[in-house]
T-cell receptor, first 112, second 113 residues
Framework: EAGVVQSPRYKIIEKKQPVAFWCNPISGHNTLYWYLQNLGQGPELLIRYENEEAVDDSQLPKDRFSAERLKGVDSTLKIQPAELGDSAVYLC??????????FGPGTRLTVT | AQTVTQSQPEMSVQEAETVTLSCTYDTSESDYYLFWYKQPPSRQMILVIRQEAYKQQNATENRFSVNFQKAAKSFSLKISDSQLGDAAMYFCASTGANSKLTFGKGITLSVRP
């Protein structure tokens, strides 16, 4: 069984540029999560989807971050415009109805 | 709200020995779950073990076991017969009814050959 797939694995952009991350959850998992992980820290939740509905986006900086999960499967997280402080690892995870979460390999973003 | 505290930033263990990683938590929920995740340098967060708060019996997965002290809000991970592949960052995490995972800051475990 395939795990959570994320792309790209690495991304380097200049500040003020837009960037997008893609996540494909484990087949059958209706809950999808996006986390931000700064160096040497634990992941912090950005947004949680139940199917196509964002049920918890309280930690998402909505002035520059947006996310979507059309059709309740794949998800895209976008930053526009990126700032130097956005450099981090962005993790996607999925679960079945809030059970244990399975994580993807993450995307390491570097903003220069 | 939930908080998870891992006060040890790093630990080292000799190969084949046993090591215990500490974690304390705080929650206002009566029904919650506790987890230990492993994150090697490849960044893939891997679930090591899970404990339901309503269960008194400590969870065990092969060489990994937990010491769950509910009253003390303590949840430590014991790794027996440590192997070189156990070297990684380990995160303690908790989740409540909303399934939001709250992570500690993690501990870096090194294994000496």
């Amino acid at each position: 069984e395939a795990g959570v797939v994320q792309s790209p694995r690495y991304k380097i952009i200049e500040k003020k540029q837009p960037v997008a991350f893609w996540c494909n959850p484990i087949s059958g998992h209706n809950t999808l999560y996006w986390y931000l992980q700064n160096l040497g820290q634990g992941p912090e939740l950005l947004i949680r989807y139940e199917n196509e509905e964002a049920v918890d986006d309280s930690q998402l900086p909505k002035d520059r971050f947006s996310a979507e999960r059309l059709k309740g499967v794949d998800s895209t997280l976008k930053i526009q415009p990126a700032e130097l402080g956005d450099s981090a690892v962005y993790l996607c995870a999925s679960s079945f109805s809030g059970s244990e979460q399975y994580f993807g390999p993450g995307t390491r973003l570097t903003v220069t | 709200a939930q908080t998870v505290t891992q006060s040890q930033p790093e630990m080292s263990v000799q190969e084949a020995e046993t090591v215990t990683l500490s974690c304390t938590y705080d929650t206002s929920e009566s029904d919650y779950y506790l987890f230990w995740y492993k994150q090697p340098p490849s960044r893939q967060m891997i679930l090591v073990i899970r404990q339901e708060a309503y269960k008194q019996q400590n969870a065990t997965e092969n060489r990994f076991s937990v010491n769950f002290q509910k009253a003390a809000k303590s949840f430590s991970l014991k790794i027996s017969d440590s192997q070189l592949g156990d070297a990684a960052m380990y995160f303690c995490a908790s989740t409540g009814a909303n399934s939001k995972l709250t992570f500690g800051k993690g501990i870096t475990l090194s294994v000496r050959p």
